[in-house]
């Protein structure tokens, strides 16, 4: 902790600065890593007022609104803090930290006072982005990242272009009757779009793959999936639509938008339908899910596991696509699960996981020193070293 440069701020809060300290804190809020340990210090004031439940409400939001207006006079002036009022405290303590259009984070086990962390700048990780690596039908592979608007293959007839971030199969020309296989895998901290060569558009998470052909057949199009993947089919009546998914279940369709998650790593497949109708096949097992259902399927389970099915997770399963993480009722290694793929982190327990059922959502678009500040208000400490995430 930089225990210096807190205290000054306590003895601005205060007004026991000299002209001259007075002049040289504000200097120092010209340092982002200063600005940053000021406002992962009042964000720390926020949620401990919150969290142990003291009554001196107004003493601490006049102290805050001082500082803020204080801040504003300064020559130079400091940007701006938002300070919300009340029982918006958790929130302000957050905003702070998070910025706007982040969303508000909440646990349950919200009654332990937050631990303190080291106050110092964490290392700067950055969230996930467009990218990923297209393997075509020769087993050759293009990294996607950094390449401009451009034709990046032609296959069996199929144009594959990559245009505006989106890679499309625009057919044309002379086809064979050999089927043409490419892969498009996001590695970690990546995510990007694909539209098939029917039109299908394919909405990759991070840590993820689909499997196609560079042209369907007449008779079905079949694509293989891992990891999460959001679906709109282009309708065809003549050509159903099927998902492989790890394959250990099958999703089967005519035209209708739904999302995979199959990670290896999560305890449950689940498909959820937003529109349209499919049926999950499993084995000897088939369910036709409706509209904002959703159907689980015990990843560990045998061949013709049960398919159980629920209602209510729609908005939640397609969180990420409108880059969000969406944490209602989310256990915590669950949620280390979804910011080691985002991240691209490596998590470790150092004892037994934090018991914490988290409600609210969260920005992707966070830097990973944002989220990790979110925890440690509610009692989870942490050790950041490189990309591995201890949490002790």
Do not use: C
């Not at 701020?9 to 040289?24: C, F, H, K």
């Not at 940053?36 to 805050?64: N, P, Y």
């Not at 702070?96 to 006072?113: E, K, R, W």
């Not at 939640?316 to 009722?329: C, D, L, Q, T």
């Amino acid at each position: 902790m930089n225990t210096s440069f807190v205290a000054l701020i306590e003895a601005y809060l205060t007004d026991s600065l000299t002209p001259g300290q007075e002049t040289a804190f504000i200097a120092m809020l010209e340092d982002p890593a200063n600005r940053d340990i000021l406002d992962r210090f009042i964000a720390e004031k926020a949620a401990t007022q919150l969290l142990t439940g003291e009554e001196d409400v107004d003493r601490r939001e006049k102290s805050l609104l001082a500082l803020q207006d204080k801040l504003q006079q300064a020559d130079p002036p400091v940007r701006r803090l938002r300070v919300l009022r009340r029982w918006g405290w958790a929130a302000a303590s957050l905003l702070l930290i998070l910025a706007a259009g982040s969303y508000f984070l909440l646990s349950d086990s919200s009654h332990v006072p937050p631990v303190s962390q080291d106050l110092r700048p964490l290392p700067q990780i950055t969230p996930g982005k467009n990218g990923a690596v297209l393997t075509l039908a020769d087993g050759s592979r293009v990294v996607l990242d950094s390449l401009g608007n451009s034709v990046i293959a032609s296959q069996n007839g199929t144009q594959v272009v990559l245009k505006d971030g989106q890679l499309a199969y625009h057919p044309g020309g002379q086809t064979t009757a050999e089927v043409l296989w490419n892969t498009m895998t996001t590695p970690r901290g990546r995510q990007f779009k694909i539209i098939l060569p029917d039109g299908t558009t394919v909405w990759l998470n991070a840590a993820s793959s689909i499997r196609y052909p560079t042209a369907f057949s007449r008779s079905e199009r079949r694509v293989e999936v891992t990891g999460e993947a959001y679906f709109e089919v282009a309708k065809n009546e003549q050509m159903p639509f099927q998902v492989s998914i790890n394959h250990e279940a099958e999703v089967q369709v005519l035209g209708t938008e739904f999302n995979i998650n199959g990670y290896t790593d999560e305890p449950m497949i689940k498909t959820t339908l937003l529109e349209g109708s499919v049926r999950i096949v499993k084995g000897k097992n088939t369910r036709i899910l409706k509209p904002g259902e959703q159907a689980l399927i015990h990843a560990a389970g045998s061949s013709d596991a049960e398919i159980g099915v629920m209602a209510g997770e729609a908005e939640k399963a397609v969180a990420w696509k409108k880059g969000i993480f969406n944490m209602e009722g989310v256990e915590t290694a669950a949620f280390m699960r979804q910011l080691s793929r985002w991240y691209d982190l490596e998590i470790v327990y150092k004892g037994p996981v934090p018991e914490r059922t988290f409600h609210g959502k969260l920005g992707r678009d966070l830097q990973l020193s944002q989220i990790l500040e979110v925890l440690s208000q509610f009692n989870i400490r942490y050790k950041l070293d490189g990309k591995v995430l201890t949490i002790e």
